[in-house]
Every structure is written in structure tokens, then in C-alpha cells.
């Protein structure tokens, strides 16, 4: 695997991170090159130099194919399979395929194939043709030409259309579930982060469930939802969603719409940090990027600081000097500071059954609040 710096100072977090992607997606990595430039070159991404020397690693390690921690253009991947002569998975691809893996309800399935059909159609442009000269076909006879291109390409868009227009169904779909559950008039709360920041733990360990948490990266897909009782008199409706990354592919984003406008529609985000990781700052600033990208920017917002057991921090709830809560510390596995988070739910619900948590003059939830 590469990780690749662009502008930076070799980043140990960026490495860690890809190696967890890696092993998230059931790969064994054999090796790493870390790379760092102040800007991509246009043909191979990074300089001849270490090309070369991402050849002779892989080689001497018996790598079947090199993954990038960079979105490659096509043309750069073309070129890197060929002067590598190996294939070439960039970080799309990478995350593309382990969604892949992982989708297990018929729209989550649905909605990653469409992705990777389209993320597949930007990179058709004279095929892989080149491996297959190299390599010996790829179980085709004769390998695929430009007629063969051309057909693949159509089938692409056909399969494409269908997948969206069946999406598009589930979609309605959801709608009613969801204008339903509204109609109750149960306050809908999100659970919202980066990828293994603990949402699912968290998630079980408020609504007493099971839904199933892992230590690797997108081990949720699906969203969950699920009445929770908060306090005495307060009900809400937790749900827990698809963790984000940087470098989210777009098309994923296109595809996970109807999943992710869910989300965009909830009365309150718990936004998840894994206070324990180094790089939570920059995990923070991401998830805040994606949610302005769905459209859930203005939805009021809770940061929850998770797995203080092992962050060493004491359960907390931090408040602005309008008395606002920005943040709660707690432990999702100990449980320590659940009451904390309970209590603020309620508070937020109480709030907004007042019908006062958007006043202008004294503004409760900021919706970008940190600590
Ligand atoms: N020490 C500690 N570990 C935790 C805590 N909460 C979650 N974890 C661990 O962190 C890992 C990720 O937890 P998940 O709940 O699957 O995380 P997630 O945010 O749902 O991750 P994705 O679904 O992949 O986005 C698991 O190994 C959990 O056991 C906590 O409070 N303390
Ligand atoms: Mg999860």
C-alpha cells in the first residue's frame, strides 16, 4: 500500500488510517511506501523515483496489486498498472469495493452498485487492455476491443438506469415509513461521526439493542432505527447511520442520497468523535464537511466525545455562557456519562417541544458546535 502526502509532512495517522481501510476490506497488506510531494504528477501521481521503488517492494514482497491512499484519474491508473505490472487500486476503488462487501440490505446493495457502476464508466476509456496484453486475458478470449468497450459501456448506462429507477421506488418508500413515524410526533435523533468513532456502541447501548458494531472501518452501511426511551417522558427515535472518511467518493455520496437525506431530516445529530483518536480534529472538521454536502448543516447539533476510557478524560457535559450544550463526554462500552447524554437529549427535546430552540435572541443548539 501508498500513502500518499500531498503538501504535507508525512502523516503516521493518514498510514494508519489506510491500513485500516486495507484490512477493513480483508486484504493482507505486505508493505507500505509512504510518498511525499508538493503536488501530483499528471501522469503517475507521484515521481518516477518511486515508481520504481514501489516495484521493487512489491515484487520482493510478492504483492498482488498496490493500493493508493489518492482518487486516481484514470489515465494515472493506466499508466501506474502498466509501469508497475500490477493492478492498481486507488482510494474510490478501495472504499467502493469494502461498501461492496458490506451492503447487506437490498438498498443498501442497490445503491453500491450503482456507485461503482459509475465510478467503472469514467475509467472504460480504452479499457484495461493494457494489463490484459501484459497479463495474459483475463479469462476472455481475445480481450475486450473497442467494439467490446463500446457494448460494456452501453450495458453500463441500461444496468445503471434500472438500478436507479428501482432506488427510486425504495425511496418513495422510505418516504412514507418516514412521514409516518414523524406524524407521531417522536423527535427523530441522529447518530452521526466518522467511521469506527463508536456510533453503533453507542447506538446499542442506548436503546439496549444489538446492532452490530466492529472494529473496522464501515462495519455499518444500513441505517437503524429504533424507539428509545431517554428519561421519563421523553421518547425519541435513535438512528444509527453509515459512518463517513475523508476522500468520501462523490458518487457514493450521489448514491447513499436517500440514506444520508434521512439523516439530513433529523431533529438533532449526535455528531460521534473518537475523542481517544490523535486525528480527531481533522475527523471532526470532515464529518462537518459531508454534512453541509447533504444538506444537514443546519440541523442542531450535539458533540459526543466517545470512548473516554481509554481518551482518560471524566464524563462531562460542556456548556457556552448562554448555558447552551456543546458537548457531552462518555464512554459508550463502560457506559460512564450516558446519564449525562440522556439528560441532554431530554433537555434538547424539552426545548424544542417549547418550540424555543431557534430563537434568534437566545440561540440553544449552535449548529456547529465544538468544545
Ligand atoms: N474503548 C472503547 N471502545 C469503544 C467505545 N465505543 C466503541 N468502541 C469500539 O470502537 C470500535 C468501533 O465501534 P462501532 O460502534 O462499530 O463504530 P461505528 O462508529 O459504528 O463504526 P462504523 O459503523 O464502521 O462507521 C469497536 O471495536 C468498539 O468496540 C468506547 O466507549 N470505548
Ligand atoms: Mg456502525
Given at each position: 500500500m501508498v500513502s500518499v502526502a500531498i503538501g504535507r509532512r508525512d502523516d503516521p495517522d493518514a498510514a494508519e488510517e489506510l491500513r485500516q481501510l486495507v484490512e477493513s476490506s480483508g486484504i493482507t497488506p505486505v508493505g507500505h511506501v509512504a510518498v511525499r510531494r508538493d503536488r501530483p504528477d499528471s501522469a503517475y501521481y507521484i515521481g518516477s523515483g518511486k515508481v520504481e521503488e514501489i516495484k521493487a517492494q512489491a515484487a520482493a514482497a510478492g504483492a498482488g496489486f498496490v493500493v493508493f491512499d489518492v482518487a486516481l484519474t484514470p489515465a494515472q491508473q493506466r499508466n501506474l498498472e502498466r509501469a508497475l505490472e500490477l493492478w492498481v487500486l486507488d482510494r474510490t476503488a478501495l472504499i467502493l469495493y469494502i461498501f461492496s462487501r458490506r451492503a447487506k440490505s437490498r438498498e443498501g446493495k442497490l445503491q453500491v452498485e450503482l456507485a461503482q457502476l459509475e465510478h467503472l464508466s469514467t475509467r472504460l476509456?480504452?479499457?484495461?487492455s493494457h494489463l490484459e496484453r501484459q497479463r495474459g486475458g483475463l479469462g476472455k478470449t481475445g480481450g475486450p476491443g473497442e467494439k467490446q468497450i463500446e457494448l460494456d459501456r452501453r450495458m453500463i448506462g441500461v444496468r445503471v438506469r434500472q438500478l436507479r429507477e428501482r432506488l427510486k421506488v425504495l425511496e418513495k418508500q422510505r418516504r412514507t415509513r418516514r412521514r409516518a413515524r414523524s406524524r407521531r410526533d417522536v423527535l427523530s435523533v441522529s447518530l452521526v461521526g466518522y467511521t469506527n468513532a463508536g456510533k453503533s456502541t453507542l447506538f446499542n447501548a442506548l436503546t439496549r439493542s444489538a446492532a452490530y458494531a466492529a472494529d473496522q472501518l464501515f462495519a455499518t452501511l444500513d441505517t437503524t432505527s429504533r424507539r428509545c426511551h431517554v428519561v421519563d417522558g421523553v421518547e425519541v427515535v435513535l438512528s444509527d447511520t453509515v459512518g463517513f472518511i475523508r476522500g468520501l467518493p462523490h458518487s457514493l455520496i450521489e448514491a447513499f442520497k436517500s440514506t444520508l437525506d434521512e439523516t439530513a431530516e433529523a431533529d438533532l445529530l449526535l455528531h460521534v468523535v473518537d475523542a481517544a483518536s490523535p486525528a480527531r480534529e481533522e475527523q471532526m472538521a470532515e464529518v462537518d464537511r459531508v454534512l453541509a454536502e447533504i444538506g444537514a448543516g443546519d440541523v442542531p447539533r450535539l458533540v459526543v466525545y466517545n470512548k473516554i476510557d481509554i481518551a482518560g478524560r471524566e464524563p462531562e457535559v460542556v456548556r457556552d455562557p448562554c448555558d447552551t450544550i456543546l458537548s457531552v463526554a462518555v464512554s459508550a462500552r463502560t457506559g460512564a456519562g450516558l446519564d449525562l447524554l440522556r439528560g441532554a437529549i431530554a433537555e434538547f427535546a424539552r426545548r424544542s417541544s417549547a418550540d424555543q430552540p431557534f430563537s434568534d435572541e437566545a440561540p440553544t443548539w449552535s449548529p456547529s458546535a465544538t468544545a
Open positions: 476509456v480504452r479499457g484495461w
